[in-house]
């Protein structure tokens, strides 16, 4: 089982250049398969859950390969519509394949979605969307079989803003007849990133970003070539890791705005923040202070740094009370977190903090991606040695965190 192995209390201080978004990415691979031209993405994170996309994307018939850190897709060849079971329920992402196999080809075959351990993560937003396009949906003993005579373009309101749900739907909507319009969306950055490649191939969509989406169907969608948006949860994890070690760090290529909701509470915690084009540089401050949040759909606090935001605020003096508004099981970090020292109470979706002056060193383990990383950020700033267990979890969605932390001045070892 690989393993970090952690000696902490080094300040971190250094520079680092942010990869593409690994939630961008992953809707962006499945929507390649709306044309039958060649799609290159520039820069593409070989973090595992694009490698098991590609496995997804491979299994269709369709080719993809990498040229240094460009992956080159060519869905030509595209000549199945199941996703297989054993690779959609490794990641959640899969589940947009749904979206793009009924644009492409009016049918798909999935099991319900894999991804973290979160919540119970259901689907029925995404499949009442689906309806309302046209598409015929039935579940035999836990698989989704779609398929559809025509995609009529309507009116569609989410109970919920879902990112995966306004992903799907957006997806299924491109060829759609006439115009869909697309109410209380997900607003999150990596939907505007979408929206850019799909009218990069020739789609019609419009307002990604606000309260409606519209989309003109056309008829059919080109290749294209498009680097996707900076991946804003890997700058905040990064900034944090600073802040927590009472170090300093300047990030390339972070488009600091989509993390303002951090970057407030960052401040709180007394970092001095500055902005310079794409260059984020923060400075932690003399004494960590306490910090409340709760988190929300995009433009609130993202859930995809409440864990690692948690670990900072343990060792933040005074009282932080977080809480978790958009997955109902995203506390697992917490009893590992209180192996090395922390003082967290957890009711309901709120935990209240207590900071102490030093974590200390533990054999912890992660059991989802955001999770582990908070226990790689509490270990940098624990007293001697953290071994973070299970990290496969880590490295589904960062890309080579030991190599980063090591530059920056950590103490870590892959082990395993
Ligand atoms: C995406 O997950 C991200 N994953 C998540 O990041 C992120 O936490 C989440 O959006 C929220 O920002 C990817 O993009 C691959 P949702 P998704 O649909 O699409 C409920 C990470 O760490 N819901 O917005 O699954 C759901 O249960 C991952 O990188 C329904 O009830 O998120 C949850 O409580 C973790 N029915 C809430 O909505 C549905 O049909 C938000 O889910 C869909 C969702």
Do not use: W
């Not at 593409?20 to 709306?34: G, M, R």
């Not at 994170?45 to 694009?50: G, L, R």
């Not at 979706?349 to 060193?361: E, F, P, Y």
């Not at 790689?376 to 700033?381: H, P, T």
């Amino acid at each position: 089982m690989e393993k970090y192995v952690i000696k902490g209390g080094r300040k971190l201080s250094g520079v680092l250049e942010i990869e593409s978004a690994k939630n961008s990415v992953l809707p962006i691979i499945a929507a390649s398969i709306l044309t039958s031209d060649e799609v290159i993405i520039k820069n593409c994170p070989k973090i595992s859950d694009v490698l098991t996309m590609i496995k997804i994307l491979r299994s269709m018939g369709v080719k993809c390969c990498f040229q240094d850190k460009n992956l080159i897709i060519n869905p030509s060849g595209l000549n199945a519509y199941t996703v297989p079971e054993n690779l959609g329920k490794e990641l959640r992402a899969s589940v947009c394949m749904m979206g793009a196999l009924i644009s492409r080809a009016k049918k798909a075959r999935l099991s319900y979605p894999g991804g973290c351990d979160i919540g119970l993560r259901p689907i029925d937003i995404h499949l009442s969307c689906l309806k309302e396009l046209g598409v015929n949906v039935t579940e035999i003993c836990g698989e989704i079989i779609c398929s559809a005579k025509k995609l009529t373009g309507k009116e569609i309101y989410l109970d919920f803003p879902s990112v995966g749900a306004t992903e799907n739907l957006m997806l299924a909507a491109v060829f759609a007849e006439g115009k869909t319009e697309i109410h209380n969306p997900a607003k999150e950055p990596e939907i505007v990133d979408l929206m850019c490649f799909l009218n990069a191939m020739g789609a019609k969509v419009y307002g990604a970003g606000t309260s409606i989406i519209l989309i003109e169907g056309v008829k059919e969608l080109h290749g294209a070539v498009y680097r996707p948006m900076p991946d804003r949860i890997e700058a905040g994890t990064y900034l944090i890791a600073a802040a927590i070690t009472g170090g300093e760090i300047e990030l390339r290529n972070g488009r600091i705005k989509n993390i303002s909701a951090l970057v407030h509470k960052l401040c709180d915690n007394t970092c001095k923040i500055s902005i310079k084009n794409d260059i984020m540089y923060l400075k932690s401050g003399a004494s960590r202070k306490s910090f409340s949040f709760s988190t929300g759909p995009y433009p609130g606090f993202p859930t995809d740094l409440q864990p690692q935001a948690m670990s900072l605020a343990c060792v933040s003096s005074g009282v932080s009370v977080v809480t978790e508004n958009v997955f109902e099981m995203r506390y697992k970090h917490v009893a590992e977190l209180i192996k090395m020292g922390a003082d967290i109470t957890v009711q309901g979706r709120t935990a209240v903090i207590k900071g102490v002056d030093r974590l200390n060193g533990a054999t912890v383990s992660a059991s989802d991606l955001r999770g582990g990383a908070a226990l790689v950020l509490a270990g940098l700033s624990a007293e001697g040695k953290t071994v973070v267990e299970e990290i496969r979890y880590v490295e589904r969605g960062y890309l080579d965190m030991e190599k980063k932390l090591t530059m920056l001045g950590a103490d870590v070892k892959r082990k395993g």
